[in-house]
């Protein structure tokens, strides 16, 4: 559990550490959508989902605690990008607690039980069984904008790979 939170907590600071676009001035808010690398992780990402959510299934509507999700949320000016854990099934959505403070999303913050269609996940991370983290498509790409010290520092919490090798 320390191992998820920590992992948690560095999501975190790298969301909070580098910009995805000169307009926002964050990584939270991508207004115009033209980051190609991004797109292309988000659609890996996405190809993935459905292995990533079988290795995680607990039950008909539970998943391990070491799963979670960056979910899309539309927000006035454009969308918030935000991990939540704590995932269950909700008919044919999910639901999730937001794992982190979310800056644009209004009347909410970090606990917050949102609820999401599977069309707006864009990134899954899973633990291994090292206690690094499978998945993080979104965040292989924002690695590439940190300095080269503070990006070796968050690669010490992924695996080499996105997926598992049995995938």
């Not at 959508?33 to 539970?62: C, Q, V, Y």
């Not at 909700?90 to 937001?98: C, I, Y």
């Not at 644009?104 to 690094?132: C, H, K, P």
Request: aromatic share 8%.
């Amino acid at each position: 559990m320390r191992k998820l939170l920590a992992l948690i907590a560095i999501c975190a600071c790298l969301a909070s550490a580098s910009a995805i676009t000169a307009d926002s001035g964050n990584m939270y808010v991508y207004p115009d959508g033209h980051d190609s690398a991004m797109l292309d992780a988000i659609e890996e990402a996405r190809g993935t989902l459905p292995k990533a959510l079988a290795a995680a299934s607990t039950g008909a509507r539970s998943f391990a605690p070491s799963l979670t999700l960056k979910v899309t949320f539309e927000v006035e000016s454009g969308a918030e990008h935000i991990w939540l854990d704590t995932i269950r099934r909700r008919g044919k959505g999910f639901s999730g607690r937001l794992a982190n403070e979310p800056r644009y999303i209004q009347n909410a913050r970090l606990g917050t039980v949102m609820r999401f269609d599977e069309g707006a996940i864009m990134d899954w991370s899973l633990l291994a069984s090292d206690g690094r983290a499978f998945g993080h498509y979104s965040t292989r790409v924002l690695l590439q904008k940190l300095p080269a010290a503070q990006a070796a520092e968050y690669r010490k919490i992924l695996t080499r790979t996105p997926t598992p090798p049995n995938w």
